[in-house]
């Protein structure tokens, strides 16, 4: 089943913070966060594999909550070039064995 | 830095047609995938290869095939495509077996069936 992510977009102005949101109804093994901006492939941000792991770089940062089933994003002081959207992804168990599901994506836009 | 191509950024195809989609990485990596990618839906696994001739299915595997013959390379066939295919397809590689490690997209091609 593939994760819900929230909001599914959300409009900011440069310098205003955001935070985007990965849920699971199942056992979250590790969090993937990916950024892709309009006709760009997918890049990696950063992967949370253990609970109550917390990461971040620049003002991006992240942190995973085993037991809630959940991971969060965020994005302080946004910049311009935060504007894509944010997909999260875990490995999961599905009738053929190992398998890995993104959400559905959130559509950042930071105005100037 | 880690280079994944993807042999057309656009294809154009009938229905029926055989398809294929072709995927080099230049790093080595011993993972690689493939998706699709929908408005709405998210990148979805179709299949991935943790090492050469090796295979496994993702989500959604019908309809499609893959060959891995070399380390690098990893094609995704469409034995017969469908409207239903109309889709963006990324390829994927990572260094690694497992899912602890970053994976690198290539930039996609999108593929319409007419």
């Known amino acids: 089943q593939q994760p819900v992510q929230s909001p599914q977009a959300v409009i900011l102005r440069e310098g205003e913070d955001a935070v985007i949101n990965c849920s699971s109804s199942?056992?979250?093994?590790?969090v993937h966060w990916y950024r892709q901006k309009h006709g760009e492939a997918p890049v990696f941000l950063m992967i949370?594999?253990?609970?109550?792991e917390q990461k971040g770089h620049d003002k991006i940062s992240a942190s995973f909550n085993e037991k809630k089933q959940q991971s969060s994003l965020y994005l302080t002081a946004s910049q311009l070039s935060y504007s894509g959207t944010y997909f999260c992804?875990?490995?999961?168990?599905?009738?053929?064995?190992?398998?890995?599901?993104f959400g559905p994506g959130t559509r950042l836009s930071v105005l100037p | 830095d880690v280079k994944v191509t993807q042999s057309s950024r656009y294809l154009v195809k009938r229905t029926g047609e055989k398809v294929f989609l072709e995927c080099v990485q230049d790093?080595?990596?011993?993972?690689m995938f493939w998706y699709r990618q929908d408005p709405g839906l998210g990148l979805r696994l179709i299949y991935f290869?943790?090492?050469?001739?090796?295979?496994e299915k993702g989500d959604i595997p019908e309809g499609y095939s893959v060959s891995r013959e070399k380390k690098e390379r990893f094609s995704l066939i469409l034995e017969s495509a469908s409207t239903n295919q109309t889709s963006m397809y990324l390829c994927?590689?990572?260094?690694?077996?497992?899912?602890?490690?970053?994976?690198?997209f290539g930039p996609g091609t999108r593929l319409t069936v007419t």
């Open positions: 994927a590689s990572s260094p690694s077996l497992g899912w602890s490690y970053e994976q690198y």
């Open positions: 199942k056992a979250l093994y590790s």
């Open positions: 949370l594999l253990k609970g109550g």
């Open positions: 992804g875990t490995p999961k168990p599905n009738n053929y064995g190992q398998n890995f599901v």
């Open positions: 790093m080595d990596h011993e993972n």
């Open positions: 290869s943790y090492d050469v001739k090796m295979k």
